[in-house]
């Protein structure tokens, strides 16, 4: 089973709640990573864990939180939404934390904040 | 800093046309580069990458890169293209951090006319 699921598929959230996205691989893959894609745009790296080890981008540091609390599971946390979060967020998967690994992603799940 | 480029933001094509979407990158080695696929309510999927080696690689479902290092290019071709080809393709950067970062180019939605 070489899928990478998210859930839910949507999610709507109001300005200054909090919002919890759930990500789950079965490929024992070491490394998850979260996107953050907007229309018309790149997908745009959040952060990642390489095994139990969190790496945030500078750019979206306090912004994101995540958790892994083992190796299939993976959530990506906002503390207090904002308009600005309304996006697709992607959850992807790697067998190694090497450059040239082939990258497993989710369908996504947009976010949608009111 | 890395980028990618993809300069065209939408293609349309005939079904059975030839077919290229460019991608631009720019960095000071020589990256590793993919081209990912979205199909209409699917994750992105690996179409093909390239990190050393015979500078035309092959992809699946027939699509073939071409990386050209003085023109800082991996352009996307097939030879003939069937409906079930649109999508949004994307082409992505990876480099030798030891991580699977990777920065993508906004894409390029492919609309094959039938």
């Known amino acids: 089973d070489t899928t990478v699921k998210q859930n839910p598929r949507y999610k709507l959230a109001r300005v200054g709640k909090p919002v919890n996205l759930i990500c789950s691989q079965t490929?024992?893959?070491?490394?998850m990573y979260w996107y953050q894609k907007k229309p018309n745009q790149a997908p745009k790296l959040l952060l990642f864990y390489y095994d139990k080890i969190l790496n945030r981008e500078a750019d979206t540091f306090e912004k994101f939180q995540s958790s892994r609390p083992n190796n299939s599971f993976c959530s990506l946390y906002i503390g207090s939404a904002g308009l600005e979060y309304s996006a697709m967020y992607l959850c992807?998967?790697?067998?190694?934390?090497?450059?040239?690994?082939?990258?497993?992603f989710g369908h996504g799940t947009k976010l949608s904040v009111l | 800093a890395q980028s990618v480029t993809q300069p065209d933001a939408r293609v349309t094509v005939s079904e059975g046309a030839s077919l290229q979407l460019r991608c631009k990158y720019s960095?000071?080695?020589?990256?590793?580069l993919f081209w990912y696929v979205q199909y209409p309510r699917q994750g992105l999927q690996l179409l093909l990458k390239y990190y050393s080696g015979d500078p035309v690689v092959q992809g699946v479902n027939s699509f073939e890169a071409e990386f050209s290092k003085s023109n800082s290019s991996f352009h996307l071709q097939k030879a003939s293209v069937h409906w079930s080809d649109s999508a949004v393709y994307f082409c992505?950067?990876?480099?030798?951090?030891?991580?699977?970062?990777?920065?993508f180019g906004d894409g390029t939605v492919l609309t094959v006319k039938p």
């Open positions: 490929m024992n893959h070491d490394t």
């Open positions: 992505a950067l990876s480099y030798n951090t030891n991580t699977g970062k990777l920065t």
């Open positions: 992807a998967s790697s067998r190694a934390q090497v450059s040239n690994e082939r990258l497993f």
């Open positions: 960095y000071s080695a020589t990256p590793y």
